[in-house]
């Protein structure tokens, strides 16, 4: 059985289904009560679990990754939303110096199974601090698990798995992906870090995650009218990265092009390429290229579509990957 949803609406299912199944549960966040968040995520779930599951906290998110810490030590299993992703960086100190090493600090004797769910990416024409990419600086942080859905399906099943974990997990929701519309089933297929090829192809890998994986597939299909049969693989999980089933398909077509929104410069694409030129050298036809944001603050809204990656710009990388 599948349900056609929003990716919106699978985010409020799973929440739902997971206040439903342990009373542990909590939700923490910005408005996300009786307003049910400014993207409606948490929509009737205050109305239908009581504020003392899901509670409408101060504008501070320092206090409330410190208020979550505090709850997992307590036996909770916090989810924290961020309401947009540039409001992140005051509680970055928590997550990072706390969140992410209190399992190391304890010796494995203590859990933080605290889900921080975050909005982010552009194209939805908001002002400054609402559509930024910063994922390589969590993916960067031993201690925690990073991850990115990109479509309705993996959007419930892979937020259901995150509040699951006994990690913690930073879930990062592409924001204007939020009311695409897919098919969720009733089972989440494969495990939680695992890459899924979404197009099969010969001829160039193209590498994504998030917002930028339905560019991909719209790159691939326009590349296909040239004769050129590109594979998109979804990445889903950045820490850990699934890497077995990316080198598994740059061995079958020899070429890559990571796409992401956040900047090139040290961004998640560096990483992918060294390590995968590493593990792939003697099968590569060219070099792995990257495309991605321009190396600047995150533009007004005006000209954001000039610093988002898009169609034109992936098939330019293929272009060049072919040259070679």
């Excluded at 004797?109 to 990416?121: A, S």
Aim: with cysteine.
């Amino acid at each position: 059985m599948t349900t056609q949803l929003s990716i919106a609406k699978a985010l409020n299912e799973a929440l739902r289904k997971s206040l439903e199944n342990d009373p542990k549960t909590v939700l923490m966040g910005e408005d996300i009560g009786k307003l049910g968040g400014v993207f409606r995520i948490t929509d009737g779930l205050q109305k239908d679990f009581g504020d003392d599951r899901v509670i409408d906290t101060p504008l501070a998110e320092s206090g409330i990754m410190g208020t979550a810490i505090g709850l997992a030590l307590r036996g909770y299993r916090p989810v924290v939303e961020i309401q947009f992703d540039g409001f992140v960086y005051p509680a970055f100190d928590q997550i990072v110096t706390q969140l992410a090493k209190m399992h190391a600090r304890a010796l494995g004797h203590v859990k933080m199974p605290i889900t921080v769910r975050i909005p982010y990416g552009g194209g939805i024409g908001a002002v400054e601090h609402h559509s930024e990419s910063h994922e390589a600086y969590f993916a960067h942080t031993a201690g925690l698990r990073v991850v990115s859905p990109s479509n309705a399906h993996d959007a419930h099943w892979m937020l259901r798995q995150s509040i699951e974990s006994d990690d913690p997990v930073i879930f990062l929701e592409p924001k204007r992906r939020y009311w695409d519309k897919g098919e969720v089933g009733d089972d989440p297929l494969i495990p939680l870090h695992s890459a899924r090829v979404v197009r099969q192809g010969t001829d160039a890998t193209l590498i994504a995650y998030g917002p930028m994986v339905k560019v991909c597939q719209e790159a691939a299909a326009a590349a296909e009218q040239d004769g050129r049969r590109l594979e998109v693989v979804d990445l889903r999980s950045l820490s850990p990265v699934d890497f077995a089933t990316v080198e598994e398909s740059l061995k079958r077509t020899g070429r890559g092009i990571v796409v992401h929104e956040a900047p090139v410069f040290m961004g998640m694409g560096a990483e992918l390429a060294a390590r995968l030129t590493e593990k792939c050298f003697y099968h590569l036809e060219a070099p792995i290229l990257r495309v991605g944001g321009y190396f600047a603050p995150y533009p007004p809204s005006r000209v954001e579509e000039t610093f988002l990656p898009d169609l034109d710009r992936v098939l330019d990388a293929v272009d060049r990957a072919m040259a070679f």
